[in-house]
């Protein structure tokens, strides 16, 4: 199993609708990052959580740190095409000066 | 500007040959990654410099070798590609250990 376990899997929601993505660590957290990866480009930098209890928001996206669950939440209000992507969870597991990632949740929002 | 940049963006080659995916970042970091993106879409850590210095090589074949002449360049050698090589394969780089990685745009490769 991995470290870093994201669900959903993948997640197909109509344009509007608002939905949450989890990233849950087997190990205690030292930081979670957000990642998104647009179809067929590279990564993209969205959040870094480093504390417990600590919440960031990026426009329409929200991530919270719950730190005593080793878990992550990602929020995207009112949906839009564009948000559309691969999320990856990336975090800082003690594991030496990487990252250790999810497997990734497929978005696709319906127009 | 692009931060971390990756030449070339798609590559396609034959089993056997020897081929080299350059990185580059202009963001003055000190640390540098190699990732390799497998068909499920995991990420996983392939090679780490720190200040040109090898800190993490997790296990690769030998086939695979970085080589990394400044700070600023971590350049991915293989020999005698193989049909299992086929992957994207991302480089990022970071100000410091453990701080947020800046990824370049990966390269997708296609052995034949």
């Known amino acids: 199993s991995q470290e870093l376990e994201q669900s959903p899997q993948s997640l197909i929601v109509q344009e509007g609708k608002n939905l949450t993505i989890n990233c849950t660590s087997s190990?205690?957290?030292?930081?979670l990052y957000w990642y998104k990866q647009k179809y067929g480009e590279g990564l993209i930098f969205l959040m870094m959580?480093?504390?417990?209890?600590e919440e960031k928001s990026h426009e329409k996206i929200t991530a919270k740190l719950d730190e005593k669950k080793q878990q992550s939440s990602l929020h995207i209000t009112a949906s839009q095409p564009s948000h559309a992507g691969i999320y990856l969870c990336?975090?800082?597991?003690?594991?030496?000066?990487?990252?250790?990632f999810g497997g990734g949740t497929r978005l696709m929002v319906k127009p | 500007d692009t931060a971390v940049s990756q030449t070339p963006k798609y590559l396609v080659t034959q089993m056997g040959n020897d081929k080299s995916i350059k990185c580059e970042q202009n963001?003055?970091?000190?640390?540098m990654y190699w990732y390799k993106q497998d068909s499920k879409k995991f990420l996983k850590i392939m090679f780490s410099?720190?200040?040109?210095?090898?800190?993490i090589n997790e296990t690769v074949p030998n086939r695979f070798s970085p080589k990394s002449p400044d700070k600023a360049h971590l350049n991915l050698h293989i020999n005698s590609l193989e049909l299992g090589d086929s992957a994207v394969y991302f480089c990022?780089?970071?100000?410091?250990?453990?701080?947020?990685?800046?990824f370049g745009q990966g390269t997708r490769l296609t052995v034949v």
């Open positions: 990022a780089s970071s100000r410091k250990c453990n701080t947020e990685a800046f």
């Open positions: 190990k205690t957290l030292y930081g």
């Open positions: 959580l480093q504390k417990g209890g």
């Open positions: 990336g975090a800082d597991i003690g594991a030496g000066n990487m990252l250790t």
């Open positions: 963001l003055g970091h000190d640390t």
């Open positions: 410099y720190n200040n040109k210095e090898l800190i």
